[in-house]
């Protein structure tokens, strides 16, 4: 079954301080890859995703991502955290045949910066 | 609005009762999703509409929940007889379509008491 795992549930990091959030999925076939932040009360905001083509993505507010087929990862990057990067952060999933938007999320990882 | 709107954003109900949830997807966009955010479970889907194609309601957990969609702009989902572990926050999405990208709602967060 197509699963996704986010292996940290919480991390703590420093302001300033890079961070890499982690993510693999389990899939026969390349999907479609995505990284979602979820603010407290808020809804989901996409971050970036990966369709095809060149595995390094960039996204907004400063985040980037590497797909790498080979440990089916595709792990969230950011090289300095500001204290607003506080929040929820979610990897997903879509096999590249659906052509939907059905994901299948990971369980999330919270992010907590100190000043 | 420009965004994906839901209603109510908070919704208090008891056990046994019936609740609908309400999304205002944005205009155009053809495809629609309901997801659930629940301690116990994380992000669930739970249907999908495409257009006038019959809706995908694969992740739906009971016979209590349905969901339609009318004139393929807003849906509504409906949970009969509510249960406790109802309790979670709906999430709506909607898209013009894969390349297009998809908007979420602020989801509507749902007590049973």
């Known amino acids: 079954a197509q699963s996704v795992t986010q292996p940290d549930i919480h991390i703590t990091v420093s302001e300033g301080a890079s961070l890499e959030l982690r993510c693999n999925y389990s899939y026969g076939a390349t999907p479609y890859l995505f990284w979602y932040v979820q603010s407290p009360g808020q809804g989901l905001q996409l971050l970036l995703k990966?369709?095809?083509?060149?595995?390094l993505v960039q996204g907004i507010k400063g985040f980037e991502a590497e797909f790498k087929r080979s440990q089916s990862s595709f792990n969230l990057r950011k090289p300095s955290v500001h204290w607003s990067d506080a929040a929820e952060y979610f990897c997903?999933?879509?096999?590249?045949?659906?052509?939907?938007?059905?994901?299948?999320f990971g369980t999330g990882t919270r992010l907590k910066v100190l000043a | 609005g420009a965004g994906v709107s839901q209603s109510p954003s908070n919704k208090v109900t008891e056990k046994g009762k019936d609740v609908e949830l309400r999304c205002d997807p944005i205009s155009g966009h053809t495809a629609l999703y309901w997801y659930r955010q629940s301690l116990g479970q994380g992000l669930e889907f739970l249907i999908y509409?495409?257009?006038?194609?019959?809706?995908?309601k694969s992740g739906l957990p009971s016979d209590r929940f349905s969901a339609e969609r009318t004139g393929g702009s807003v849906s509504t989902l409906t949970i009969q007889r509510t249960q406790q572990e109802d309790s979670a926050v709906y999430l709506c999405a909607s898209s013009p379509g894969l390349a297009g990208g998809d908007l979420f709602g602020p989801g509507t967060r749902l007590t049973v008491l």
């Open positions: 997903a999933v879509v096999p590249g045949t659906s052509g939907t938007y059905k994901y299948i």
């Open positions: 990966y369709f095809s083509g060149d595995t």
């Open positions: 509409f495409q257009g006038n194609s019959a809706p995908d």
